[in-house]
């Protein structure tokens, strides 16, 4: 009995750590996509005109950018090696070092080269399918997803 309650912690905790993953991600992913607008002129303008208090509150985190960034990617190793050392003490894979293989997505996401950023939205992917199996939310009832299915039938027809 007392395993099982452990077990369940475990899975709490897990939940936790999952859900505020995809909150970091997805702040990171909206961010990168802000700074890349907010790099044009006419972005800076317009919003210097509308929003001054929003520009200037701004402007600071645009200078230092890297540095916002690479507060994500601290984040982001930490989390990495936590599960790999966890997937190690579970014997999760069959060696120790396939981890880094298995979760490629993660590895290079970690890497704050602009075409390798966009791999963070597996990072997405794989935790909204963890949560699926887990049962805490229900993917097959988002309009996303019945409409991607739509069109990938769609599709997988017309191929055939």
């Known amino acids: 009995m007392q395993q099982n309650t452990y077990s369940k912690s475990i899975d709490r905790a897990f939940l936790v750590l999952d859900i505020l993953m995809v909150i970091l991600v997805v702040l990171n992913l909206a961010l990168l996509a802000f700074q890349m607008n907010f790099e044009y002129e006419w972005v800076r303008t317009h919003l210097q005109q509308w929003l001054p208090a929003f520009y200037y509150a701004y402007l600071p985190v645009y200078e ?3 540095l916002v960034d690479t507060c ?14 966890v997937a190690i003490y579970h014997q999760t894979y069959h060696r120790w070092f396939f981890y880094p293989f298995v979760r490629w997505y993660d590895v290079l996401g970690c890497i704050p080269i602009g075409s390798l950023r966009v791999l963070r939205v597996f990072r997405v992917v794989a935790i909204l399918i963890r949560l699926q199996r887990m049962g805490f939310i229900n993917i097959r009832q988002w309009y996303a997803y ?4 739509r069109y990938l039938g769609i599709l997988t027809e017309e191929v055939s």
Do not use: G, P, Y
């Open 64 to 66: 230092n950018f890297v």
């Open 72 to 85: 994500f990617v601290a984040v982001f190793i930490a989390e990495l090696c936590f599960r790999w050392s």
């Open 146 to 149: 019945k409409a991607f299915t």
